[in-house]
């Protein structure tokens, strides 16, 4: 009979953890850099093994703690308790029946609300009809009577995510420092809600109400700098994909980081050894020396830098006010 793979054991010894109370709701399980070292596994195995514990809602992915146990134990959704009847008692222990909290308590915004959270919390892959119902502690299929299916559930949160967006009630004069405030708002946007940049598209774009107010904001900025149509919608649309573009990195850094329990700096100094055996010929001279000076990875550091550099460029093809 042949043996389990090595991602099943860990899951197994895992899961003993777990149900025996040895790791309790809200611990922190072991991260993938010690499961790799405690059990002796790739890196890729212990990813697979803490995938399997997150599918079976045993843990759940909390961005800057980790991986840690889920509070509720049960994949099973909440159920409201309803005592037996009196003409129901036996002589046997009487089993409570259990039923989903009441349909009337839903709505599409509450699902919505509610689905913005998990997948805050844990990312598109970790939201399904399901999970959104346990939160809400309703029946699965309560759900589908107020949206469609989880697609129809996505672009709705993107309607009420990008819809948070509000027009500054004092904005400046000028086409640039407008869209300086237009790409900084986005990036808020796309920092508040990792996942949002990820289901935006770029080249069939969804039509949601939501995101109208920063597009005409955006676009009425540009509209009235005297630049020509296609200037306009060129510049536009390069902004939008150049935040989006940068944006994309935060929900798998997010789990990344929650996965293995390590920021940036943290994991590349786990990689040192493997990139300097690369380097170790002397093909990339340049790389190797510039890789030897500390640099201090951030994200909003480098969107901060593109976009002024991707704005001193639009400067050259729209007029810009005289003083």
């Known amino acids: 009979m042949e043996s389990s793979p090595p991602y ?41 093994a803490l995938g399997v514990l997150r599918q079976e809602g045993l843990v759940r992915a909390v961005p800057g703690s980790g991986t840690v146990v889920e509070t509720r134990r049960s994949a099973t959704p909440p159920r409201t308790v309803v005592p037996p009847a009196a003409s129901e008692a036996s002589p046997e222990p009487a089993r409570p029946r259990v039923r989903p909290a009441p349909d009337a308590a839903l709505t599409p915004e509450r699902i919505v609300a509610v689905a913005i959270a998990v997948a805050d919390a844990e990312g598109l892959d970790g939201l399904s009809m399901r999970r959104v119902a346990a939160e809400l502690g309703a029946a699965t299929m309560a759900l589908y009577r107020h949206v469609v299916d989880k697609d129809d559930l996505v672009l709705r949160m993107l309607d009420a995510a990008l819809g948070e967006w509000r027009a500054p009630v004092d904005a400046p004069d000028g086409w640039r420092p407008r869209l300086e405030i237009a790409g900084r708002t986005l990036w808020a946007l796309f920092r508040r809600h990792p996942w949002l940049a990820p289901a935006m598209s770029m080249t069939r774009p969804q039509a949601v109400a939501g995101g109208l107010a920063l597009s005409e904001w955006t676009l009425a900025a540009l509209d009235g700098s005297g630049a020509d149509h296609t200037t306009v919608m060129t510049a536009y649309l390069t902004l939008v994909n150049y935040v989006r573009g940068t944006g994309v990195n935060l929900e798998p850094e997010a789990e990344a980081e929650a996965a293995t329990g390590l920021n940036p700096d943290q994991w590349m100094d786990t990689q040192e050894a493997a990139i300097r055996s690369v380097l170790g010929d002397g093909r990339f001279p340049t790389f190797e020396r510039v890789l030897s000076t500390p640099y201090d990875f951030d994200l909003d550091v480098l969107f901060e830098f593109g976009l002024q550099r991707l704005l001193d460029g639009f400067a050259l093809v729209i007029p810009t006010p005289a003083a």
């Open 8 to 48: 099943a054991r860990i899951v197994a010894e895992l899961r003993r953890r777990i149900e025996a109370g040895e790791l309790a709701p809200g611990d922190r399980v072991p991260s993938t850099r010690e499961i790799t070292r405690s059990f002796g596994v790739a890196m890729a195995t212990a990813t697979k």
